[in-house]
């Protein structure tokens, strides 16, 4: 996944948790919960086709990405339909934002 790419990705999915934490129709938490699962996916993905000359520093840092992609997911599941549980998520989602974009920066300057 290219770089543009991905972070359009972040962009979208981050618009979508923020719609599910604001919005009182449940379609806005289901369609942030499956956008969640397909990013997890491609994530793992993207990070895959990047492991195979990278270093154990790296591979950690991915390790470390995609479990704290599996915790919001965890914590979106358990949200139901509270906005406020919500928030939180979207506030997560936030931090893993920067934390991806750091790491994609950073391997860019590498």
Known sequence: MQRAALEQRVARLGRAVARAASEHQSEA?????????????????????EEAGASSTRRAEHARLRGDLAEIDGRARAAGDWPESWRAVAAAFARFARALEAHESGEADA
């Open 29 to 49: 938490r289901q369609a942030a919960l499956e956008a969640l699962a397909r990013f997890a996916d491609e994530l793992a993905a993207h990070f895959a086709a």
